[in-house]
Structures are given as structure tokens and as C-alpha cells.
């Protein structure tokens, strides 16, 4: 497909060099920069984040790019939708500045390996369930931080663990830059708006429900319940649901995403991952 370099006011680049130029230019370069990092296949929660970054930011600049470090599963990415066309219209639907939009090659020009030692975020959660996947995320947010400098970068709580992940990532390399974390964008009914959900057939779209209402359920009884009790009746509650096919729910501490036995922590968040069919879903809930 051919791509125009800019469409109405949105700019698109494909080259990192290219967009180095523009944004060093001299009526860009004394600019705030706030950075979007994304997969595509674009919803209202990506585009949360850009409003959310457009208040906060002179220049905001959005990536799309299918990180193939990050899947551990070959028939996710395979799967992963790829509606270029759409998510350019939505961008500028939406008035963002900048399409960042490089290739593999671009990305991943040189042949570096390296990991970052993340401690106890990667053997939890996500880490546990999705072997290499956050080494692949800092990765592609380490280029696009170093490429982009941008003061600000704006991430979802609906991957609450990769926010914990990019903090570890920005204090490590002692980043210049400010992590903003916006709140899950919901559909009406509860469902957390993900780039996944367009593989649900209206029946499992229904069954998906369950995850969003077993950490519903767990925040409205958080005060009466233990934690035992209430993680208890969660797994019971989504073990239950038609459709649904658990990999966890867990009540953890709110930065080291241990899993918690008591109420001591400070801050505590429910995470729960689920496949729904053969689509992957995750979600959470801040409880304290
Ligand atoms: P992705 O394209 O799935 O990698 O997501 C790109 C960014 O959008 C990440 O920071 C996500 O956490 C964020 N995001 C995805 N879904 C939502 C949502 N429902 N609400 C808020 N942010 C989201």
C-alpha cells in the first residue's frame, strides 16, 4: 500500500530518520513531545490516550507497530489485526500530530540482544502465562523512548503490568521522561475496550463479560471479604462462566505485583487473564 507522507495535518512517517528530521526541525524542536506507543487496530482506548496526551503535550506522536518480540505466540501475532487504513482515519479524526509507523526491518535493524533483569515482574502474571513477552516490550519502548525523546509517554492501566515493567525500564536507564497512566476505557456493559475483542463471535463478546464483573464483584465485597475469600469466589465465579477458560485471577500488590495474603499493602489491584475462545483477554481493577 502506498502511504502519503502526510494526510490532512496527521504526518506519517515510516522512517526513523524522517521523523528525527521533522521533529528536530526548528518549529518543532523547543516542542513537548508526548508519545503513544500502540499496536494499532485502533478503539476509544487508544484514542483516550491521545486526548489524554493532547492536553498535556505540544506535539503528540502516535506508534503503531506489531512488536514480534513480544508475542511468545506466533498464531497471535499471525492474528493480530492490522486495520492501517482505519486507524490512520481515526488519528486524524482525532487531530494527533504524528504517525510513527516503521517495518520490522526499521525497528530491528541491528541484531542486538540484551535482557533487562525485571525481578519478580517477569516470573508473575502476564510474565508467568507469556514467557519473553515484557523482555520484547522493553525492548520496543526502550527504541522508541531513545528515538522520540519525548518528555512525556502516556500508557493504558489495562496493562497494568507492562506500566510496572516501563517504570522499571525508565528508572533503570534513568529515562528523562514522565510516565502519565491513563484509566481503562470500558464498553457500556463492563467489557474493557481491547484491539482483541474484534476476534469475539457475539456469543463469546457476551461470555467475556465475566471478567469485568468477577473484578466488579471483588471490589464491591473488597471491605466485608478477606482476600482469600474474595479470590475464592472470583475463581469460583469465572470456573463457573460459560465460555470462559481461567489462566489467573489474582489479588496483588499494587507495585511489586506480589500476589497479597492480607490488607497490610498499601495499594492493591485484581488482575485476571482469561481466554475467551481462542482470544486472550486481560483486565484489572485498582481496589486500593
Ligand atoms: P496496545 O495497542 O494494545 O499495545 O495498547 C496501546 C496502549 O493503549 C497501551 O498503553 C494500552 O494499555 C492502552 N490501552 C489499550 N486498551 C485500553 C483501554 N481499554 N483503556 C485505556 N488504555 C488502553
Not at 49 to 69: E, G, R, Y
Not at 242 to 248: A, H, P, Q, S
Request: hydrophobic share 40%.
Amino acid at each position: 500500500m502506498r502511504l502519503a507522507s502526510s494526510t490532512k495535518n496527521l504526518k506519517i512517517f515510516t522512517k526513523k530518520k524522517e521523523l528525527l528530521h521533522w521533529l528536530g526541525s526548528p518549529e518543532n524542536k523547543q516542542k513537548t513531545v508526548g508519545l503513544v506507543p500502540t499496536m494499532g487496530a485502533l478503539h476509544e482506548g487508544h484514542l483516550s490516550l491521545i486526548h489524554t496526551a493532547q492536553k498535556q503535550s505540544d506535539i503528540v506522536v502516535c506508534s503503531i507497530f506489531v512488536n514480534p518480540k513480544q508475542f511468545n505466540d506466533p498464531a497471535d501475532l499471525e492474528r493480530y489485526p492490522r486495520p492501517v487504513e482505519q486507524d490512520i482515519e481515526k488519528l486524524q479524526a482525532a487531530e494527533c500530530d504524528v504517525l510513527f509507523m516503521p517495518g520490522i526491518d526499521e525497528m530491528y535493524a541491528e541484531n542486538e540482544e540484551w535482557q533487562m533483569d525485571l525481578g519478580s515482574l517477569e516470573n508473575v502474571l502476564e510474565g508467568r502465562s507469556r514467557p519473553g513477552h515484557f523482555q520484547g516490550v522493553v525492548h520496543v519502548v526502550k527504541k522508541l523512548f531513545d528515538l522520540v525523546g519525548p518528555q512525556l509517554a502516556f500508557f493504558g492501566q489495562k496493562d497494568y503490568q507492562q506500566v510496572m515493567v516501563i517504570k522499571k525500564l525508565v528508572k533503570q536507564f534513568k529515562m528523562p521522561v514522565k510516565l502519565v497512566i491513563v484509566p481503562v476505557l470500558r464498553e457500556p456493559d463492563g467489557l474493557a475496550m481491547s484491539s482483541r475483542n474484534v476476534h469475539l463471535s457475539t456469543e463469546e463478546r457476551r461470555q467475556a463479560l465475566a471478567l469485568s464483573k468477577a473484578l466488579q464483584l471483588t471490589k464491591k465485597h473488597f471491605n466485608e471479604r478477606t482476600i482469600p475469600r474474595l479470590k475464592a469466589e472470583a475463581h469460583g465465579f469465572l470456573n463457573r462462566s460459560e465460555g470462559i477458560k481461567l489462566d489467573y485471577f489474582e489479588i496483588c500488590d499494587a507495585e511489586t505485583l506480589k500476589p497479597a495474603v492480607s490488607k497490610k499493602n498499601a495499594g492493591l489491584v485484581a488482575l485476571t487473564a482469561a481466554y475467551v475462545g481462542r482470544t486472550r483477554l486481560i483486565d484489572n481493577i485498582i481496589l486500593r
